[in-house]
């Protein structure tokens, strides 16, 4: 997994990476765009608004319309980690999850494919998806990667 903020190190670490999938981890809305419009890796994990970022109404979750569909455009899949969202608090948890079921919306009405990793138990892993709004074709697609 690529996990540095310098846009033009993880195109290198993308050009020489030999393993697929590639997975790179997202940092801010910037690294995020300039990343998914190079395309040429598989997944992008979990992007997530930058602390203290809010609107009005929601949680900003890091990834918006413009983001999916350029991801759908370069064939990346929007990538979410259980083992991060075991390891948090319960208020953390549950901001996380807000900002979850704020990706799966978006990337449905995007197109955007959705992979679930590290899950222990395929059926609740669908189970969990479908219980934060995912489509069952979403939650299916989620878990055949």
């Known amino acids: 997994m690529i996990d ?3 846009v033009e190190q993880a195109k290198m670490l993308i050009k020489a990476e030999k393993e697929k999938p590639i997975i790179v981890q997202a ?3 910037e690294f995020n765009r300039k990343i998914l419009e190079y395309g040429k890796f ?5 992007p997530e608004a930058i602390k203290g970022q809010r609107t009005l109404r929601t949680i900003e979750s890091g990834l918006n319309h413009v983001l999916a ?3 759908t455009k370069n064939k ?9 969202l075991r390891n948090l608090g319960k208020e953390e948890k549950a901001k996380r ?9 978006i990337c449905r009405k995007a197109k955007t494919k959705v992979i679930l ?5 395929k059926r609740d892993a669908f189970a969990f998806l479908l219980s934060l709004g995912a489509s069952t074709k979403q939650a299916k697609e989620a878990l055949d990667f």
Do not use: M, P, V
């Open 42 to 46: 598989q997944i992008l994990i979990s």
């Open 27 to 29: 940092q801010n809305n």
């Open 117 to 121: 990793l590290n899950y222990k138990d």
């Open 69 to 71: 569909e350029i991801a």
């Open 4 to 6: 540095i903020t310098n």
């Open 97 to 105: 999850l807000e900002r979850i079921r704020q990706n799966l919306n």
């Open 76 to 84: 990346i899949a929007i990538g979410i980690d259980l083992e991060e």
